[in-house]
């Protein structure tokens, strides 16, 4: 009951019984506190439950809301009645500030609370406007057209009327008694507006007296795309099979529909046709049609209407020609996602780890221990041999019948062939050089995320080298058609990369003292500053060091220069005091 009946904060539940509500109450109250969620404000249709759950301290005497109404899931509920009505008193009061924009009509649109489906011939309705907004590209705050103001505020001048609709809570009514069958009856219709599908309940008791309820419903708009009317039937019946799978909880689609279960309806008689063109909230509050679905439906089956198809009955079922389909598909036999991997270490330990693990099952081998180098070389060919057969199927079937490859192939120029172990090569001119057999017949190895990962290793190996010493380094055992490019795009991604190749950000210049920018006098504010010892020659003829005070004013730039004969206090105030004697604006 938790799991299937508890939504956000909100649980909703019922029982045939009183005896049966108050035990599932009270252990539901139970558990829930003992997770620390306190169950309260329980509410009831039912006065003897109520005081019980009183007698208990499960709720408080004065629990039931003003006029014994209640609101759930956007419905109020009459607990005197047991009905359900539209909650519209929030709307209606919205519409005293609201405006005519695209904004006030997606906010009031979305206040109309329908997860059910109870309203969706006058929903629909403000879906289809609203989609034509959007096609005439309005702006969020900008006034509606004279056209578009019209029907909006025919739209709004019906909402008052939902609320007085009233809708059973039960889909079972009481007088019927207790059931002898229940079915599922679900009508779908599509129109150049909308396509959607209503789903009703057909109940018969034990005297045989027939009963219709409403379930739910779901409608969706048509696109913009225009899509032919049987296309838009179709996405229709869509919905009316995942309604079916929905209500009967068992795994259904239209595969597994058998066909004598879809009958025609005609259009006057399909209450699915109600919500695929719209009604007003007046229409809408006496349809019979729509709340109880078609008069038929509450007879017995001899008077339904004919069928204009017939059914093709199991003792009249056409023989089954069996038909031999075969289509040639490239075994790659990979069964891991190189997507996930961003390493290739890592990637030929788990496909060896893998491979082993199949071959122990078949019983071929019965290794433990850690992997073996033939095995990850094993893994790597295994690897290799996929991503060609999945760029060069064509190609290396032909080579393999002995063929040559097509002059439009994208390897012709590569004189390839295909090794004893089904790897992909190039043949080249290097047959007579002492090389190895990867250097003088390398692999061909397409775009792929594999190749990426070989490449980074080989980056990686070389002490993230550039293009032209990674690509040197792939190529001493595979060979990339335009190499260059896919290196030089691969190590463009490689992080550590990017991070040393970063230049550091230009600092910005800070702003000026308001020393600097304000009109001042000459040397009312100045700068300090010496030069390097000089040397000179006194009258002596001896040498001896001076060093030279600068004083540079902060507005104009002009410098006053002193001597000073040492770095001496003393030395710095004289030249000071011949400074001040010489620019009097100083500060």
């Known amino acids: ?50 005081d019980l759950w009183i007698q208990n301290g499960l709720c408080e005497e004065n629990s039931f809301e003003k006029d014994n109404k209640l609101k759930v899931f956007g419905l109020v509920w009459n607990l005197e009645e047991d009905m359900l009505r539209v909650y519209v008193t929030s709307l209606l009061e919205s519409f005293k500030f609201l405006e005519n924009t695209k904004r006030s009509v997606l906010s009031t649109a979305a206040k109309v609370s329908d997860s059910v489906g109870f309203l969706s011939p006058f929903v ?110 179709l996405m229709g019946a869509l919905i009316a099979a995942r309604l079916w799978k929905y209500l009967s909880k068992v795994f259904c689609s239209l595969d597994c529909t058998s066909p004598d279960r879809w009958k025609f309806c005609p259009g006057l008689e399909n209450p699915a046709d109600k919500l695929t063109r719209g009604e007003n909230s007046h229409t809408l509050l006496n349809d019979s049609v729509w709340w109880q679905g078609p008069v038929w439906l509450r007879v017995s089956r001899n008077q339904w209407p004919r069928q204009k198809f017939e059914t093709v009955t199991d003792e009249q079922k056409l023989e089954r020609l069996n038909t031999s389909v075969h289509a040639i598909l490239p075994q790659t036999e990979i069964i891991l996602d190189e997507n996930k991997f961003s390493n290739l270490g890592k990637l030929l330990r788990v496909t060896a780890w893998v491979k082993r693990f199949v071959a122990k099952l078949r019983k071929k081998i019965c290794e433990s221990g850690t992997l073996s180098a033939a095995e990850i070389k094993e893994a790597e060919e295994y690897w290799v041999r996929g991503v060609q057969l999945e760029n060069y199927c064509s190609d290396i079937h032909l080579l393999k019948k002995n063929k040559p490859v097509p002059p439009h192939s994208r390897i012709y120029s590569l004189v390839p062939y295909v090794d004893d172990k089904g790897i992909l090569r190039v043949k080249g001119r290097l047959e007579q050089a002492e090389l190895f057999h990867n250097e003088k017949h390398p692999a061909i190895l397409p775009k792929s995320k594999f190749t990426d990962l070989i490449i980074m290793s080989e980056h990686v190996k070389s002490f993230h080298s550039g293009v032209i010493s990674t690509l040197s380094r792939v190529r001493n055992n595979f060979w990339i058609p335009r190499g260059r490019q896919v290196v030089k795009k691969v190590i463009s991604e490689c992080l550590i990369c990017k991070k040393c190749a970063l230049k550091p950000a230009k600092q910005l210049t800070g702003q000026l003292p308001r020393n600097r920018v304000v009109e001042s006098p000459p040397f009312a504010v100045v700068g300090i500053d010496f030069t390097g010892a000089i040397t000179i020659k006194a009258g002596d003829q001896s040498c001896k060091k001076v060093y030279i005070a600068l004083f540079t004013c902060a507005v104009t730039r002009a410098v006053h220069i002193e001597v000073v004969s040492d770095m001496s206090v003393k030395s710095f105030i004289f030249a000071l005091r011949r400074f001040y004697q010489e620019e009097v604006a100083a500060k």
């Open 1 to 50: 009951m938790l799991n299937g009946s508890l939504y956000a904060d909100d649980l909703c539940h019922g029982t045939d019984d009183i005896e049966s509500a108050f035990n599932l109450s009270s252990d539901a109250v139970s558990i829930l506190n003992d997770v620390s969620i306190n169950l309260r404000k329980l509410h009831t249709n039912s006065k003897q439950l109520h």
């Open 124 to 233: 629909v309705r403000i879906k289809r406007f609203m989609q034509e907004i959007w096609e005439r590209g309005l702006d969020w705050d900008s006034k509606l057209p004279e056209d578009l103001e019209s029907k909006w505020k025919k739209w709004c001048a019906e909402i008052e009327v939902l609320g007085e609709m009233k809708i059973e809570r039960c889909y079972f009514s009481r007088v019927m008694g207790k059931m002898d069958s229940v079915e599922i009856h679900i009508f779908s219709d599509a129109s150049i507006v909308a396509y959607g599908a209503v789903a009703y309940f057909r109940y018969v008791n034990l005297r045989r007296e027939v009963g219709t309820s409403f379930v739910m419903s779901k409608s969706r708009i048509s696109p913009l795309k225009k899509l032919s009317l049987p296309r838009l039937e």
